[in-house]
Structure formats: structure tokens, C-alpha cells
């Protein structure tokens, strides 16, 4: 008989097996958005969408997109010390 486990345990295992957990931190960081970069950027910015390791940000206008593509090197070095899990490894700004 297989031995008894907890349902805690249980959806640890699942969530690790089927890589739940790296989704999950990639939209914390979209939930979290405004909080790490700061309240002028998340004004400007909208996240359009988490794909493949990818956020794309939709910026407000085009100079701030200019603004963001300079500062992407900083944005991300933020996402991976506050979300090492998340999976996200590039940025693109629409």
C-alpha cells in the first residue's frame, strides 16, 4: 500500500513536475509590475503578455519605449532578484 501523503506535499510534487510553480512566479511579476519598476513606468507601461520566457510591455508612447529599451538591463536584473523562478529571461517593449 503506497504510503499516505499530505495534500500539501502532494501539490508540491504536481507543481514542480508540471513547472506550475516558474508560471506562476512569471505572473506574479506582471501582478507585481508597478511595485518593481517604479510608479512612473508602470503608469507608462502595460504588460501585454508572458510568453516563452518573454514579458512583452506595451509602452505609452514611443519615447517612452526608447526610454524603457535603455533601462531594460536594470528592469531585468530587478524581475530576477525579486522572481529568481519566474522563467523570465528577456523583455520586449511594444
Do not use: C, H
Not at 63 to 76: D, G, H, Q, T, Y
Not at 77 to 86: H, M, T
Amino acid at each position: 500500500m503506497p504510503e499516505a501523503r499530505s495534500i500539501s506535499d502532494l501539490i508540491k510534487e504536481f507543481s514542480r513536475q508540471a513547472n506550475v510553480s516558474g508560471k506562476l512566479r512569471a505572473y506574479q511579476v506582471v501582478g507585481d509590475w508597478e511595485p518593481t519598476v517604479g510608479e512612473a513606468i508602470g503608469r507608462n507601461t502595460e504588460i501585454s503578455r508572458v510568453e516563452n520566457g518573454t514579458l512583452y510591455v506595451k509602452a505609452a508612447t514611443s519615447a517612452w519605449r526608447n526610454e524603457l529599451v535603455f533601462m531594460k538591463p536594470s528592469i531585468l536584473k530587478k524581475i530576477k532578484e525579486n522572481y529568481p523562478d519566474s522563467g523570465i529571461e528577456d523583455i520586449f517593449f511594444i
